[in-house]
């Protein structure tokens, strides 16, 4: 399975959900929610994750390392300061905060039964293996940080 790891960018996973959750919606729309003000609340869980995102982007971008999911080896530096204080990925739980938008935006059960399967793909495929990246390039440093802060929340 390691075929898999560190290849796919998490954002074209994310839209890939998204996909999926649309979809899903259509195959049974009579299961629609008649939620008042499901799309604003979506929105609003949207904007918090992309500012979220933008967060761990700007912290990653101030500590000079990459920004390039696919290559962990290249990382500079551990960033813990900012949004990293809280959460090891922020990036990447801000992607899953839009898709938990998106999914009230839609007022269909189907999306939320969906959106597990981000956070389950990324941790295996995506955050593992950087995380046995970083911790071979950082040794106890990075030990020190991950047992300090939790992987998503």
């Not at 500079?76 to 899953?96: A, E, K």
């Amino acid at each position: 399975m390691r075929t898999l790891e560190l290849k796919i960018p998490p954002p074209i996973v994310a839209l890939t959900c998204a996909a999926l959750m649309y979809a899903a919606t259509r195959l049974v729309p009579e299961w629609r929610w008649s939620w008042e003000n499901s799309g604003a609340w979506g929105v609003v869980v949207a904007l918090a994750g992309i500012a979220l995102d933008a967060l761990g982007l700007v912290a990653f971008l101030r500590a000079k390392t990459t920004v390039n999911p696919l290559a962990p080896s290249a990382s500079s530096t551990i960033v813990q300061s900012g949004v990293y204080r809280h959460t090891r990925n922020p990036m990447y739980l801000g992607m899953l905060l839009v898709l938990l938008g998106f999914a009230l935006y839609l007022a269909h059960p189907v999306p939320f039964l969906l959106l597990p399967v981000f956070p389950a793909y990324l941790t295996r495929f995506q955050i593992i293996p950087e995380e046995r990246i970083l911790a071979a390039k950082f040794g106890a440093e990075y030990s020190a940080y991950a047992s300090r802060v939790r992987r998503w929340l």
